[in-house]
C-alpha cells in the first residue's frame, strides 16, 4: 500500500515556465489537498478537492491550477512559475473529510530561479 | 480570522524527560484537531486526531488533550528519547467549511538530547 505518492521530489525551474506536480493516492479517499511549506510561515492550503469533479480555492490559489478527473489523482499546475513559488509542497488525502486523520506525501522541493 | 498558534516554536530537553507541547487556536467551534510529526526532510506523519467531542486521545507515550472552551490543546510526550527529536506541528478544521481545510500552526522544533 503505497499511501500517497508525489513526483518529483525536486525541480528547479526557470522564471516563466510551467509544470505540474503529481500527486497520487491508492486509498480511496475521497478528500484530497494541496498544501505549501515556507520557514516560519507553516503550511498553507493551495487548492483542495471533496471527491472527483470538485475543487475549490485554499487560502494561497494564485497562480496555482487543480483538476480532479479521477478519485485517486490531484495534479497541481503552475501557469508560470515566479521566484515566490519557491517552495516545498505536499499533497494530502483523507478517507472522509475531518473525521480520519489526514495522509500526506512525502513532497516535492521546487525551486525557481 | 481562524489562526492556530504554536509555542515555543524549539525545546530542548535532556532524555527521559517528560515534556508538553502547546497549540492554541482561535473560534472554539472546531471539528477536529490533529497533532502530526514531521522529520526534516519529509513529509507529515499524523500522531494523533481529536474530534471536537473528545477530551483526550492517547497513543503509546503520547496523550493529546483538547479544550475548546479555552482553545488550547497540549501534546503530552512521556519518557522522551532522542528518536522523538523532530518538528510537531498542530492543525485544525472548523465548522462551516470543507473539513478537510487544515490550518496549520508553525510548529514546535524538538530535540531531545541523549
Known amino acids: 500500500n503505497a499511501g500517497v505518492t508525489q513526483t518529483p521530489k525536486f525541480q528547479v525551474l526557470k522564471t516563466g515556465q510551467s509544470m505540474t506536480l503529481q500527486c497520487a493516492q491508492d486509498m480511496n479517499h475521497e478528500y484530497m489537498s494541496w498544501y505549501r511549506q515556507d520557514p516560519g510561515m507553516g503550511l498553507r492550503l493551495i487548492h483542495y478537492?471533496?471527491?472527483?469533479?470538485?475543487?475549490d480555492q485554499g487560502e494561497v490559489p494564485n497562480g496555482y491550477n487543480v483538476s480532479r478527473s479521477t478519485t485517486e489523482d490531484f495534479p497541481l499546475r503552475l501557469l508560470s512559475a515566479a521566484p515566490s513559488q519557491t517552495s516545498v509542497y505536499f499533497c494530502?488525502?483523507?478517507?472522509?473529510?475531518?473525521?480520519?486523520?489526514?495522509?500526506f506525501g512525502q513532497g516535492t522541493r521546487l525551486t525557481v530561479v | 480570522k481562524q489562526e492556530v498558534t504554536q509555542i515555543p516554536a524549539a525545546l530542548s530537553v535532556p532524555e527521559g524527560e517528560n515534556l508538553v507541547l502547546n497549540c492554541s487556536f482561535t473560534?472554539?467551534?472546531?471539528?477536529?484537531l490533529q497533532w502530526f510529526r514531521q522529520d526534516p526532510g519529509k513529509g507529515l506523519t499524523s500522531l494523533l486526531l481529536i474530534q471536537s467531542s473528545q477530551r483526550e486521545q492517547t497513543s503509546g507515550r503520547l496523550n493529546a488533550s483538547l479544550d475548546k472552551s479555552s482553545g488550547r490543546s497540549t501534546l503530552y510526550i512521556a519518557a522522551s528519547q532522542p528518536g522523538d527529536s523532530a518538528t510537531y506541528l498542530c492543525a485544525v478544521s472548523w465548522y462551516g467549511g470543507a473539513t478537510n481545510k487544515l490550518i496549520f500552526g508553525t510548529g514546535t522544533l524538538l530535540a531531545v538530547q541523549p
Open positions: 473560534d472554539s467551534a472546531i471539528y477536529n
Open positions: 478537492s471533496v471527491g472527483a469533479g470538485i475543487t
Open positions: 494530502a488525502s483523507t478517507l472522509q473529510g475531518g473525521g480520519t486523520e489526514a495522509f
